[in-house]
């Protein structure tokens, strides 16, 4: 027998919808990297995307457990000398709810280039409406 890998062509992508009201930020974006890079399917090959599109709503009523609200600080910098930033996760939340939930996914990915190309496939959302009804996404319950 001869181990089969898929190809660029070759994977059958589906789209996915995940409700993220209520659940706790850590465990949602273990499970959403794992339909992302395709893990979860058979003809899973590391060095291929093989994932699937999620698409994530209600971002602004995800959880973050413990203290980390307030104590959780997000980094980034502006470019320029002394341009450090930060910001609390509560106040992050508040202002930008989607990146919350891209950074957590992100820091699950692999880093480089298929990384990013496997990042592209996840829509996140404020609200629960999303433009993508066209794609005829399946509820996806991950709780």
């Known amino acids: ?12 992508r589906k789209w996915y919808l995940i409700d993220a009201e209520g659940a706790v ?37 995800i959880k973050l457990t413990g203290k980390k609200l307030d104590k959780k600080i997000y980094y980034y910098h502006s470019g320029y000398p002394g341009g450090l930033k930060s910001e609390s996760a509560k106040d992050l939340l508040k202002r930008k709810p989607e990146k919350i939930i891209t950074d957590a996914v992100w820091g699950m990915l692999p880093k480089g280039r298929l990384g990013r190309s496997i990042l592209k496939k996840l829509k996140v959302y404020k609200g629960s ?15």
């Open 1 to 12: 027998m001869k181990t089969q890998f898929a190809r660029k062509g070759q994977v059958e």
């Open 25 to 61: 930020l850590g465990r949602l974006a273990t499970k959403i990297a794992t339909y992302l890079r395709g893990k979860n399917k058979p003809v899973f090959t590391p060095n291929i995307d093989t994932g699937d599109f999620i698409i994530v709503i209600n971002a602004d009523k």
């Open 129 to 143: 409406d999303h433009p993508h009804k066209a794609q005829k996404p399946e509820k996806l319950d991950l709780k």
